[in-house]
Protein backbone atom coordinates (compact mmCIF):
# COMPACT_ATOMS: atom_id res chain seq x y z
CA UNK A 1 0.00 0.00 0.00
CA UNK A 2 1.61 3.44 -1.18
CA UNK A 3 1.03 5.38 2.12
CA UNK A 4 0.84 9.31 -0.08
CA UNK A 5 -2.44 10.29 -1.20
CA UNK A 6 -3.57 9.90 -4.41
CA UNK A 7 -4.45 12.30 -6.81
CA UNK A 8 -7.77 11.98 -8.06
CA UNK A 9 -7.40 12.77 -12.09
CA UNK A 10 -9.35 11.26 -15.07
CA UNK A 11 -7.56 9.60 -17.25
CA UNK A 12 -6.69 13.14 -19.90
CA UNK A 13 -5.54 14.96 -16.64
CA UNK A 14 -3.27 12.25 -15.45
CA UNK A 15 -1.78 12.30 -19.36
CA UNK A 16 -1.36 16.15 -19.36
CA UNK A 17 0.26 15.80 -15.82
CA UNK A 18 2.74 13.31 -16.99
CA UNK A 19 3.43 15.56 -19.97
CA UNK A 20 4.56 18.58 -17.79
CA UNK A 21 6.60 16.32 -15.88
CA UNK A 22 8.09 15.06 -18.74
CA UNK A 23 9.42 18.52 -19.69
CA UNK A 24 8.38 18.17 -23.33
CA UNK A 25 9.45 20.62 -25.73
CA UNK A 26 6.74 20.99 -28.45
CA UNK A 27 2.90 20.57 -28.01
CA UNK A 28 0.75 20.60 -31.15
CA UNK A 29 -2.46 19.50 -32.06
CA UNK A 30 -6.49 20.35 -32.86
CA UNK A 31 -9.15 19.93 -30.55
CA UNK A 32 -11.68 16.78 -30.70
CA UNK A 33 -13.76 15.11 -28.11
CA UNK A 34 -12.75 13.34 -26.15
CA UNK A 35 -8.97 14.33 -26.21
CA UNK A 36 -9.44 18.07 -26.06
CA UNK A 37 -8.73 18.38 -22.19
CA UNK A 38 -5.38 16.58 -22.79
CA UNK A 39 -4.60 19.50 -24.93
CA UNK A 40 -6.75 22.40 -22.79
CA UNK A 41 -4.51 21.42 -19.83
CA UNK A 42 -1.35 21.31 -20.94
CA UNK A 43 -2.18 25.02 -22.88
CA UNK A 44 -2.75 25.85 -19.13
CA UNK A 45 0.52 24.16 -17.93
CA UNK A 46 2.36 26.17 -20.33
CA UNK A 47 0.27 29.38 -19.90
CA UNK A 48 1.67 29.73 -16.68
CA UNK A 49 4.85 28.96 -17.25
CA UNK A 50 4.67 25.14 -15.47
CA UNK A 51 5.83 23.50 -18.58
CA UNK A 52 8.07 25.01 -20.98
CA UNK A 53 7.12 23.87 -24.13
CA UNK A 54 6.53 25.63 -27.68
CA UNK A 55 2.59 25.23 -27.51
CA UNK A 56 2.09 25.60 -31.56
CA UNK A 57 -1.57 26.11 -32.79
CA UNK A 58 -2.26 24.40 -36.08
CA UNK A 59 -5.84 24.36 -38.45
CA UNK A 60 -6.06 20.54 -38.14
CA UNK A 61 -4.84 17.04 -37.01
CA UNK A 62 -2.78 16.92 -39.96
CA UNK A 63 -0.85 20.06 -39.69
CA UNK A 64 -0.43 18.50 -35.17
CA UNK A 65 1.17 16.05 -36.51
CA UNK A 66 3.44 17.01 -39.43
CA UNK A 67 4.94 19.97 -37.11
CA UNK A 68 5.61 16.69 -34.61
CA UNK A 69 7.37 15.04 -36.82
CA UNK A 70 9.56 17.54 -37.76
CA UNK A 71 10.39 19.06 -34.53
CA UNK A 72 11.37 15.36 -33.58
CA UNK A 73 13.57 15.38 -36.17
CA UNK A 74 15.32 18.55 -35.17
CA UNK A 75 16.01 17.31 -31.57
CA UNK A 76 12.87 18.32 -29.44
CA UNK A 77 10.74 16.34 -27.01
CA UNK A 78 7.02 16.27 -28.47
CA UNK A 79 3.55 15.31 -27.90
CA UNK A 80 0.28 15.57 -29.67
CA UNK A 81 -3.28 13.62 -28.82
CA UNK A 82 -6.27 12.76 -31.03
CA UNK A 83 -9.27 10.86 -31.69
CA UNK A 84 -12.13 9.15 -34.07
CA UNK A 85 -11.79 11.74 -37.71
CA UNK A 86 -8.67 13.47 -36.28
CA UNK A 87 -6.83 10.17 -36.09
CA UNK A 88 -7.59 9.87 -39.50
CA UNK A 89 -6.41 12.83 -41.02
CA UNK A 90 -3.31 12.10 -39.49
CA UNK A 91 -3.16 8.88 -41.15
CA UNK A 92 -0.43 9.22 -44.10
CA UNK A 93 1.82 10.89 -42.10
CA UNK A 94 1.47 7.96 -39.11
CA UNK A 95 3.06 5.87 -41.73
CA UNK A 96 5.93 8.54 -42.43
CA UNK A 97 7.22 9.61 -38.83
CA UNK A 98 7.68 5.77 -38.54
CA UNK A 99 9.83 4.85 -41.28
CA UNK A 100 12.28 8.29 -40.32
CA UNK A 101 11.86 6.82 -36.74
CA UNK A 102 11.45 9.52 -34.80
CA UNK A 103 9.77 9.29 -31.39
CA UNK A 104 6.71 11.22 -31.47
CA UNK A 105 4.52 10.52 -28.72
CA UNK A 106 0.88 10.19 -29.43
CA UNK A 107 -2.44 9.53 -26.80
CA UNK A 108 -5.51 8.32 -28.85
CA UNK A 109 -8.50 8.82 -26.77
CA UNK A 110 -10.58 5.90 -28.40
CA UNK A 111 -13.27 7.28 -30.41
CA UNK A 112 -15.88 5.40 -32.77
CA UNK A 113 -15.90 7.10 -36.46
CA UNK A 114 -18.67 8.61 -38.29
CA UNK A 115 -20.67 7.91 -40.03
CA UNK A 116 -23.46 8.72 -38.16
CA UNK A 117 -21.31 10.58 -35.92
CA UNK A 118 -20.88 9.79 -32.41
CA UNK A 119 -18.39 10.93 -29.67
CA UNK A 120 -18.11 7.75 -27.63
CA UNK A 121 -15.90 5.54 -27.21
CA UNK A 122 -14.65 2.31 -29.42
CA UNK A 123 -12.02 1.64 -31.35
CA UNK A 124 -12.92 2.38 -35.06
CA UNK A 125 -10.56 4.84 -34.72
CA UNK A 126 -7.36 2.69 -33.88
CA UNK A 127 -8.12 -0.09 -36.02
CA UNK A 128 -7.29 1.48 -39.45
CA UNK A 129 -3.61 2.39 -37.93
CA UNK A 130 -2.40 -1.09 -37.17
CA UNK A 131 -0.36 -1.29 -40.15
CA UNK A 132 1.55 2.41 -40.00
CA UNK A 133 4.50 1.13 -37.79
CA UNK A 134 4.02 2.62 -34.78
CA UNK A 135 4.65 1.13 -31.03
CA UNK A 136 0.93 0.91 -29.86
CA UNK A 137 -0.13 0.36 -26.35
CA UNK A 138 -3.54 -0.08 -24.41
CA UNK A 139 -4.17 0.94 -20.73
CA UNK A 140 -6.91 0.11 -18.45
CA UNK A 141 -6.92 2.98 -15.96
CA UNK A 142 -5.91 6.49 -15.90
CA UNK A 143 -2.64 5.35 -13.34
CA UNK A 144 -1.82 2.68 -16.07
CA UNK A 145 -2.22 5.95 -18.96
CA UNK A 146 0.23 7.95 -16.53
CA UNK A 147 2.14 5.49 -15.96
CA UNK A 148 2.63 4.51 -20.27
CA UNK A 149 3.31 8.20 -21.09
CA UNK A 150 6.48 7.87 -19.07
CA UNK A 151 7.25 4.87 -20.27
CA UNK A 152 7.03 5.59 -24.07
CA UNK A 153 9.10 8.30 -24.43
CA UNK A 154 12.28 6.08 -22.56
CA UNK A 155 11.18 3.59 -25.23
CA UNK A 156 10.81 5.17 -27.93
CA UNK A 157 13.97 7.49 -27.51
CA UNK A 158 16.23 4.26 -27.14
CA UNK A 159 18.76 4.37 -29.48
CA UNK A 160 17.69 0.44 -30.39
CA UNK A 161 13.92 1.53 -30.86
CA UNK A 162 13.50 5.01 -32.20
CA UNK A 163 9.71 4.82 -32.94
CA UNK A 164 7.11 6.55 -32.63
CA UNK A 165 4.42 5.50 -30.08
CA UNK A 166 0.81 5.42 -29.55
CA UNK A 167 -0.76 4.81 -26.01
CA UNK A 168 -4.42 3.83 -26.70
CA UNK A 169 -6.81 5.01 -23.94
CA UNK A 170 -10.56 4.66 -24.08
CA UNK A 171 -12.63 7.51 -24.78
CA UNK A 172 -14.62 8.71 -22.31
CA UNK A 173 -14.83 5.48 -20.31
CA UNK A 174 -11.18 6.21 -19.00
CA UNK A 175 -10.44 9.85 -20.42
CA UNK A 176 -13.58 11.57 -18.55
CA UNK A 177 -13.59 9.22 -15.37
CA UNK A 178 -12.06 10.25 -12.37
CA UNK A 179 -9.81 7.78 -10.36
CA UNK A 180 -7.30 7.45 -8.17
CA UNK A 181 -3.59 8.34 -9.45
CA UNK A 182 -0.08 7.71 -7.81
CA UNK A 183 2.06 10.21 -9.45
CA UNK A 184 5.78 9.63 -9.29
CA UNK A 185 7.75 12.98 -8.53
CA UNK A 186 9.32 14.97 -10.69
CA UNK A 187 12.65 14.09 -10.17
CA UNK A 188 11.45 10.42 -10.63
CA UNK A 189 10.03 10.91 -13.96
CA UNK A 190 13.09 12.98 -15.18
CA UNK A 191 16.05 10.43 -13.84
CA UNK A 192 13.63 7.90 -15.82
CA UNK A 193 12.95 9.20 -18.91
CA UNK A 194 15.54 11.70 -19.63
CA UNK A 195 15.49 13.31 -23.27
CA UNK A 196 18.20 11.99 -25.23
CA UNK A 197 19.74 15.01 -27.35
CA UNK A 198 21.64 12.39 -29.64
CA UNK A 199 18.54 12.00 -31.41
CA UNK A 200 18.95 15.18 -33.19
CA UNK A 201 19.02 15.32 -37.51
CA UNK A 202 17.90 18.05 -38.50
CA UNK A 203 20.30 21.07 -38.28
CA UNK A 204 21.19 24.12 -39.84
CA UNK A 205 24.73 24.03 -39.39
CA UNK A 206 24.62 20.75 -40.77
CA UNK A 207 22.50 20.37 -43.70
CA UNK A 208 20.62 16.71 -44.72
CA UNK A 209 18.01 15.42 -46.22
CA UNK A 210 15.41 13.13 -44.82
CA UNK A 211 12.64 10.86 -46.08
CA UNK A 212 13.71 11.82 -49.77
CA UNK A 213 12.83 9.75 -52.75
CA UNK A 214 13.69 6.30 -52.94
CA UNK A 215 13.83 3.92 -56.07
CA UNK A 216 13.06 0.12 -56.22
CA UNK A 217 16.48 -0.62 -55.19
CA UNK A 218 16.74 0.35 -51.82
CA UNK A 219 12.95 0.94 -51.11
CA UNK A 220 11.58 -2.65 -49.79
CA UNK A 221 14.89 -2.85 -47.69
CA UNK A 222 14.19 0.56 -46.07
CA UNK A 223 10.24 -0.51 -45.38
CA UNK A 224 11.64 -3.82 -44.12
CA UNK A 225 14.33 -2.15 -41.57
CA UNK A 226 11.36 0.03 -39.77
CA UNK A 227 8.98 -3.20 -39.67
CA UNK A 228 12.13 -4.89 -38.29
CA UNK A 229 12.87 -2.10 -36.24
CA UNK A 230 9.34 -2.16 -34.35
CA UNK A 231 9.53 -6.22 -33.60
CA UNK A 232 12.89 -5.64 -32.64
CA UNK A 233 11.47 -3.22 -30.15
CA UNK A 234 9.66 -5.85 -27.76
CA UNK A 235 12.04 -7.23 -25.65
CA UNK A 236 12.98 -3.21 -24.84
CA UNK A 237 9.25 -2.40 -23.93
CA UNK A 238 9.27 -5.51 -21.62
CA UNK A 239 12.53 -4.20 -19.71
CA UNK A 240 11.17 -1.18 -19.20
CA UNK A 241 7.89 -1.68 -17.84
CA UNK A 242 10.40 -4.20 -15.54
CA UNK A 243 12.22 -1.29 -14.70
CA UNK A 244 9.43 0.91 -14.01
CA UNK A 245 7.81 -1.63 -11.80
CA UNK A 246 11.38 -1.57 -9.75
CA UNK A 247 10.75 2.67 -9.36
CA UNK A 248 7.18 2.51 -8.61
CA UNK A 249 5.60 -0.43 -7.65
CA UNK A 250 3.50 -0.84 -11.03
CA UNK A 251 4.31 -2.90 -13.75
CA UNK A 252 2.17 -4.17 -16.66
CA UNK A 253 3.78 -6.69 -18.04
CA UNK A 254 3.29 -7.02 -22.08
CA UNK A 255 0.00 -9.26 -21.63
CA UNK A 256 -2.39 -9.32 -18.55
CA UNK A 257 -3.61 -12.97 -17.71
CA UNK A 258 -5.79 -13.85 -14.92
CA UNK A 259 -6.46 -17.39 -13.33
CA UNK A 260 -5.70 -18.84 -17.17
CA UNK A 261 -4.01 -21.71 -16.18
CA UNK A 262 -6.54 -24.09 -14.96
CA UNK A 263 -9.21 -22.24 -17.33
CA UNK A 264 -11.62 -24.12 -19.78
CA UNK A 265 -12.77 -20.88 -20.91
CA UNK A 266 -10.82 -17.61 -21.85
CA UNK A 267 -11.69 -14.33 -22.95
CA UNK A 268 -8.67 -11.91 -24.80
CA UNK A 269 -9.09 -8.41 -24.76
CA UNK A 270 -7.54 -5.04 -25.29
CA UNK A 271 -8.72 -1.97 -23.33
CA UNK A 272 -10.81 -0.38 -20.19
CA UNK A 273 -13.24 -3.38 -21.08
CA UNK A 274 -10.48 -5.89 -19.48
CA UNK A 275 -10.94 -4.14 -15.95
CA UNK A 276 -14.82 -5.52 -16.63
CA UNK A 277 -13.88 -8.83 -17.31
CA UNK A 278 -11.44 -9.09 -14.77
CA UNK A 279 -14.26 -8.85 -12.19
CA UNK A 280 -16.58 -10.95 -14.04
CA UNK A 281 -13.81 -13.54 -13.94
CA UNK A 282 -13.00 -12.94 -10.09
CA UNK A 283 -16.93 -13.22 -9.86
CA UNK A 284 -17.66 -16.45 -12.01
CA UNK A 285 -14.79 -17.98 -9.80
CA UNK A 286 -16.15 -17.60 -7.03
CA UNK A 287 -19.14 -19.75 -7.95
CA UNK A 288 -16.72 -22.80 -9.24
CA UNK A 289 -16.84 -21.62 -12.69
CA UNK A 290 -13.39 -22.46 -14.67
CA UNK A 291 -12.58 -19.26 -16.30
CA UNK A 292 -9.76 -16.68 -17.56
CA UNK A 293 -9.16 -13.53 -19.05
CA UNK A 294 -5.99 -11.77 -20.84
CA UNK A 295 -5.57 -8.74 -21.65
CA UNK A 296 -3.20 -7.26 -24.06
CA UNK A 297 -1.41 -3.94 -23.19
CA UNK A 298 0.72 -4.32 -25.95
CA UNK A 299 -0.65 -4.56 -29.50
CA UNK A 300 1.60 -3.44 -31.88
CA UNK A 301 4.28 -5.19 -31.98
CA UNK A 302 2.07 -8.07 -31.40
CA UNK A 303 3.59 -10.28 -28.08
CA UNK A 304 2.68 -13.92 -29.75
CA UNK A 305 4.24 -15.71 -27.32
CA UNK A 306 3.39 -13.90 -24.15
CA UNK A 307 -0.14 -14.33 -25.31
CA UNK A 308 0.32 -18.08 -26.77
CA UNK A 309 1.79 -18.44 -23.12
CA UNK A 310 -1.41 -17.53 -21.37
CA UNK A 311 -3.94 -18.81 -23.87
CA UNK A 312 -2.26 -22.22 -24.87
CA UNK A 313 -4.36 -24.95 -21.94
CA UNK A 314 -7.76 -22.76 -22.89
CA UNK A 315 -10.32 -25.46 -24.46
CA UNK A 316 -12.14 -22.46 -25.63
CA UNK A 317 -11.45 -18.89 -26.53
CA UNK A 318 -13.46 -15.72 -27.21
CA UNK A 319 -11.74 -13.32 -28.87
CA UNK A 320 -13.20 -9.53 -28.50
CA UNK A 321 -13.35 -6.78 -30.84
CA UNK A 322 -14.66 -3.19 -30.61
CA UNK A 323 -14.32 -2.53 -34.14
CA UNK A 324 -15.73 -4.00 -37.14
CA UNK A 325 -13.40 -4.72 -40.03
CA UNK A 326 -16.28 -5.07 -43.08
CA UNK A 327 -15.11 -7.53 -45.36
CA UNK A 328 -12.52 -9.09 -43.74
CA UNK A 329 -12.39 -12.53 -42.42
CA UNK A 330 -13.08 -11.71 -39.01
CA UNK A 331 -12.37 -8.70 -36.36
CA UNK A 332 -8.45 -7.32 -36.45
CA UNK A 333 -8.01 -9.01 -32.64
CA UNK A 334 -9.28 -12.47 -33.61
CA UNK A 335 -7.36 -12.30 -36.64
CA UNK A 336 -4.23 -11.63 -34.94
CA UNK A 337 -5.14 -14.04 -32.25
CA UNK A 338 -6.18 -16.95 -34.60
CA UNK A 339 -3.12 -15.93 -36.62
CA UNK A 340 -0.56 -16.72 -33.70
CA UNK A 341 -2.73 -20.00 -32.77
CA UNK A 342 -2.00 -21.15 -36.17
CA UNK A 343 1.57 -20.14 -35.94
CA UNK A 344 1.94 -22.09 -32.72
CA UNK A 345 0.92 -24.85 -34.26
CA UNK A 346 -3.11 -24.65 -32.33
CA UNK A 347 -5.83 -25.27 -33.03
CA UNK A 348 -8.08 -24.30 -29.65
CA UNK A 349 -11.65 -23.23 -30.72
CA UNK A 350 -12.47 -19.79 -30.85
CA UNK A 351 -15.17 -17.36 -31.24
CA UNK A 352 -15.30 -13.70 -32.25
CA UNK A 353 -17.67 -11.47 -29.83
CA UNK A 354 -18.14 -7.74 -30.95
CA UNK A 355 -19.20 -5.55 -28.64
CA UNK A 356 -19.12 -1.84 -26.85
CA UNK A 357 -19.39 0.04 -30.68
CA UNK A 358 -20.03 3.75 -30.81
CA UNK A 359 -20.36 3.85 -26.50
CA UNK A 360 -22.68 1.19 -25.76
CA UNK A 361 -22.16 -0.19 -22.44
CA UNK A 362 -20.74 -3.17 -22.09
CA UNK A 363 -22.23 -5.00 -18.34
CA UNK A 364 -20.83 -8.04 -16.14
CA UNK A 365 -23.64 -9.52 -17.96
CA UNK A 366 -22.96 -8.92 -21.05
CA UNK A 367 -19.26 -11.03 -20.27
CA UNK A 368 -21.13 -13.43 -18.28
CA UNK A 369 -22.78 -14.19 -21.78
CA UNK A 370 -19.96 -14.33 -23.32
CA UNK A 371 -18.86 -16.90 -21.17
CA UNK A 372 -21.82 -18.91 -21.73
CA UNK A 373 -21.30 -18.97 -25.15
CA UNK A 374 -18.27 -20.41 -24.82
CA UNK A 375 -19.12 -23.12 -21.90
CA UNK A 376 -21.88 -24.14 -24.91
CA UNK A 377 -19.26 -25.02 -27.18
CA UNK A 378 -16.98 -26.76 -24.39
CA UNK A 379 -20.17 -28.97 -24.03
CA UNK A 380 -21.21 -29.54 -27.39
CA UNK A 381 -17.53 -29.24 -28.65
CA UNK A 382 -19.34 -27.44 -31.70
CA UNK A 383 -18.88 -24.09 -33.13
CA UNK A 384 -21.98 -22.93 -34.48
CA UNK A 385 -21.08 -19.85 -35.79
CA UNK A 386 -17.72 -17.70 -35.42
CA UNK A 387 -19.31 -14.21 -34.94
CA UNK A 388 -21.19 -12.75 -31.96
CA UNK A 389 -22.65 -9.43 -32.27
CA UNK A 390 -23.20 -8.85 -27.93
CA UNK A 391 -26.18 -6.79 -27.84
CA UNK A 392 -27.16 -5.75 -31.27
CA UNK A 393 -30.55 -5.67 -32.24
CA UNK A 394 -31.21 -7.15 -35.64
CA UNK B 1 -18.77 -1.26 -3.07
CA UNK B 2 -21.28 1.83 -2.77
CA UNK B 3 -22.88 2.98 -6.16
CA UNK B 4 -24.18 6.11 -6.54
CA UNK B 5 -26.60 7.81 -9.17
CA UNK B 6 -26.95 11.56 -9.35
CA UNK B 7 -30.07 12.64 -11.53
CA UNK B 8 -29.82 16.72 -12.34
CA UNK B 9 -30.16 19.32 -14.83
CA UNK B 10 -27.33 20.75 -17.29
CA UNK B 11 -25.32 23.10 -15.45
CA UNK B 12 -26.03 22.04 -11.84
CA UNK B 13 -23.17 20.56 -11.44
CA UNK B 14 -23.59 17.00 -11.28
CA UNK B 15 -20.18 15.89 -12.65
CA UNK B 16 -18.92 18.36 -10.35
CA UNK B 17 -20.59 16.69 -7.32
CA UNK B 18 -19.54 12.91 -8.35
CA UNK B 19 -16.06 14.09 -8.80
CA UNK B 20 -15.78 16.19 -5.20
CA UNK B 21 -17.82 13.17 -3.26
CA UNK B 22 -14.81 10.89 -4.98
CA UNK B 23 -12.39 12.88 -3.88
CA UNK B 24 -13.59 12.93 -0.47
CA UNK B 25 -13.83 9.64 -0.29
CA UNK B 26 -10.25 9.07 -1.68
CA UNK B 27 -9.17 11.47 1.15
CA UNK B 28 -9.86 9.16 3.71
CA UNK B 29 -8.08 6.18 2.08
CA UNK B 30 -10.93 4.52 -0.04
CA UNK B 31 -11.08 3.90 -3.59
CA UNK B 32 -13.53 5.79 -6.08
CA UNK B 33 -14.31 6.27 -9.64
CA UNK B 34 -16.69 9.30 -10.63
CA UNK B 35 -18.44 9.49 -14.27
CA UNK B 36 -21.02 10.75 -16.09
CA UNK B 37 -22.83 10.05 -19.20
CA UNK B 38 -21.87 11.96 -21.49
CA UNK B 39 -23.79 13.27 -23.84
CA UNK B 40 -25.56 16.50 -26.34
CA UNK B 41 -26.62 17.71 -23.08
CA UNK B 42 -27.45 21.32 -22.82
CA UNK B 43 -28.28 23.95 -19.76
CA UNK B 44 -31.24 22.74 -18.32
CA UNK B 45 -31.59 18.71 -19.84
CA UNK B 46 -31.42 15.94 -17.95
CA UNK B 47 -27.94 14.77 -16.80
CA UNK B 48 -26.73 11.54 -15.43
CA UNK B 49 -23.76 11.30 -13.37
CA UNK B 50 -22.45 8.03 -11.22
CA UNK B 51 -19.68 7.33 -8.29
CA UNK B 52 -18.25 3.94 -7.06
CA UNK B 53 -16.67 4.07 -3.69
CA UNK B 54 -15.37 1.28 -2.32
CA UNK B 55 -12.20 0.06 0.13
CA UNK B 56 -11.19 -1.90 -2.75
CA UNK B 57 -9.68 -1.18 -6.26
CA UNK B 58 -12.76 -0.53 -8.47
CA UNK B 59 -12.63 -2.69 -11.70
CA UNK B 60 -15.97 -2.37 -12.83
CA UNK B 61 -16.56 0.02 -15.97
CA UNK B 62 -20.18 0.00 -16.67
CA UNK B 63 -22.63 2.38 -15.96
CA UNK B 64 -24.54 1.64 -12.47
CA UNK B 65 -27.77 -0.09 -12.97
CA UNK B 66 -28.75 -1.05 -9.64
CA UNK B 67 -27.54 2.41 -7.54
CA UNK B 68 -27.34 2.19 -3.17
CA UNK B 69 -28.30 5.54 -3.07
CA UNK B 70 -30.01 8.35 -5.74
CA UNK B 71 -29.34 12.04 -5.22
CA UNK B 72 -31.31 14.50 -7.64
CA UNK B 73 -30.10 18.05 -8.11
CA UNK B 74 -33.24 19.43 -9.56
CA UNK B 75 -36.26 20.05 -7.33
CA UNK B 76 -38.44 18.94 -10.81
CA UNK B 77 -36.29 15.89 -11.93
CA UNK B 78 -38.73 13.31 -10.10
CA UNK B 79 -41.03 14.56 -12.38
CA UNK B 80 -39.85 13.65 -15.27
CA UNK B 81 -37.22 10.85 -14.86
CA UNK B 82 -38.04 7.38 -13.24
CA UNK B 83 -35.39 7.98 -10.68
CA UNK B 84 -36.05 4.50 -8.32
CA UNK B 85 -35.12 2.69 -11.72
CA UNK B 86 -33.59 -0.46 -10.70
CA UNK B 87 -33.18 0.68 -7.17
CA UNK B 88 -33.05 -1.88 -4.57
CA UNK B 89 -35.04 -2.34 -1.22
CA UNK B 90 -32.14 -1.44 0.99
CA UNK B 91 -31.53 1.84 -1.18
CA UNK B 92 -31.85 5.34 -0.23
CA UNK B 93 -33.18 8.04 -2.13
CA UNK B 94 -31.52 11.88 -1.45
CA UNK B 95 -34.00 14.20 -2.44
CA UNK B 96 -33.50 18.14 -3.42
CA UNK B 97 -37.37 18.83 -2.68
CA UNK B 98 -38.97 21.72 -0.76
CA UNK B 99 -41.38 18.60 0.35
CA UNK B 100 -40.89 16.14 3.14
CA UNK B 101 -39.58 12.79 3.14
CA UNK B 102 -43.06 11.78 4.39
CA UNK B 103 -44.81 13.46 1.38
CA UNK B 104 -42.52 12.00 -1.25
CA UNK B 105 -43.39 8.33 0.45
CA UNK B 106 -46.72 8.44 -1.29
CA UNK B 107 -44.34 8.27 -5.12
CA UNK B 108 -41.24 6.31 -3.73
CA UNK B 109 -43.10 4.11 -1.13
CA UNK B 110 -40.56 1.29 -0.89
CA UNK B 111 -37.08 2.99 0.10
CA UNK B 112 -35.44 5.04 2.53
CA UNK B 113 -36.01 8.82 1.79
CA UNK B 114 -33.79 12.02 2.71
CA UNK B 115 -34.88 15.45 1.64
CA UNK B 116 -33.26 18.75 2.03
CA UNK B 117 -34.73 22.28 0.38
CA UNK B 118 -31.11 22.69 -1.66
CA UNK B 119 -31.98 25.42 -4.27
CA UNK B 120 -33.48 27.72 -1.34
CA UNK B 121 -30.03 26.78 0.42
CA UNK B 122 -27.88 27.28 -3.06
CA UNK B 123 -30.00 30.75 -3.26
CA UNK B 124 -29.50 32.15 -0.31
CA UNK B 125 -25.85 31.22 0.05
CA UNK B 126 -24.67 31.34 -3.71
CA UNK B 127 -27.08 33.47 -4.89
CA UNK B 128 -27.52 30.45 -8.05
CA UNK B 129 -29.54 27.55 -8.46
CA UNK B 130 -26.62 25.38 -8.51
CA UNK B 131 -27.14 22.82 -5.73
CA UNK B 132 -24.24 20.13 -6.08
CA UNK B 133 -22.12 21.11 -3.04
CA UNK B 134 -25.79 21.60 -0.94
CA UNK B 135 -26.94 18.17 -1.82
CA UNK B 136 -23.41 16.39 -0.76
CA UNK B 137 -24.48 17.76 2.22
CA UNK B 138 -27.24 16.53 2.24
CA UNK B 139 -26.02 12.81 1.07
CA UNK B 140 -23.32 12.70 3.76
CA UNK B 141 -26.25 13.56 6.62
CA UNK B 142 -28.44 10.28 4.93
CA UNK B 143 -25.47 8.01 4.41
CA UNK B 144 -22.59 8.88 6.21
CA UNK B 145 -20.63 7.26 2.96
CA UNK B 146 -18.12 9.96 3.76
CA UNK B 147 -16.67 12.12 6.63
CA UNK B 148 -18.53 15.87 6.25
CA UNK B 149 -14.81 17.35 7.51
CA UNK B 150 -13.50 15.25 4.29
CA UNK B 151 -16.22 16.97 1.98
CA UNK B 152 -15.22 20.32 3.45
CA UNK B 153 -12.02 20.42 2.65
CA UNK B 154 -12.52 18.94 -0.90
CA UNK B 155 -15.69 21.49 -1.26
CA UNK B 156 -12.93 24.44 0.18
CA UNK B 157 -10.05 23.58 -2.02
CA UNK B 158 -12.26 23.55 -5.18
CA UNK B 159 -14.65 26.80 -4.41
CA UNK B 160 -14.84 28.67 -0.90
CA UNK B 161 -15.90 28.69 2.48
CA UNK B 162 -19.56 30.46 1.25
CA UNK B 163 -19.91 26.36 -0.44
CA UNK B 164 -18.40 25.15 2.63
CA UNK B 165 -21.44 26.92 4.88
CA UNK B 166 -23.76 26.00 2.66
CA UNK B 167 -22.75 22.09 2.67
CA UNK B 168 -22.94 22.32 6.24
CA UNK B 169 -26.40 24.09 6.34
CA UNK B 170 -28.10 21.16 3.96
CA UNK B 171 -26.13 18.69 6.69
CA UNK B 172 -28.25 19.94 8.79
CA UNK B 173 -31.25 20.73 7.49
CA UNK B 174 -31.61 17.36 5.81
CA UNK B 175 -34.72 15.18 7.52
CA UNK B 176 -34.43 11.19 6.89
CA UNK B 177 -37.36 8.92 6.87
CA UNK B 178 -36.57 5.19 7.26
CA UNK B 179 -38.16 2.66 4.99
Known amino acids: ?394 | MIEIRWHGRGGQGAVTATELLAKAAVKQGLNAQAFAMFGPERRGSPVVAFTRIDKEPIEVRSHIYEPDIVVTLDPTIINIVDISTGLKPSSTLVINSKSSPKELKKSFPNFRIATVDATSIALKRLGVPITNTVMLGALVKATKIVELSNVEKVVSERFNRINVEAVKEAFNETVVLEA
Not at chain 1, 35 to 56: P, R
Open chain 1, 1 to 394: MQKVEPFLLSGNLAIAYAIKQLNVDVVSAYPITPQTTIIEKISEYVAKGELKANFMLVESEHSAISACLSAAASGARVFTSSSSQGLLLMHEILFITSALRLPVVMVVANRSVSAPINIWNDHGDIMPQRDTGWIQFFVESAQEAYDKVIQAYRIAEDKRVRLPIMVNMDGIVLSHTYEPVYPLSDSEVASFSPWNLSLKRLDPDNPLTIGGFCYPDYYFETRYQSSKALEDSLPIISKVDKEFGKLSGRSYGLVSPLKCDDADAILVSIGSISTTIRATVKKLREKGKKVGMVSLKLFRPFPLNELIKSIKNAKAIGIIDRALSPGAVAGPLFTDVTSALYLSKMSIPAVNFFVGLGGRDVKVEDIESMFANLKKILKSGKIEKHSYYVGLRE
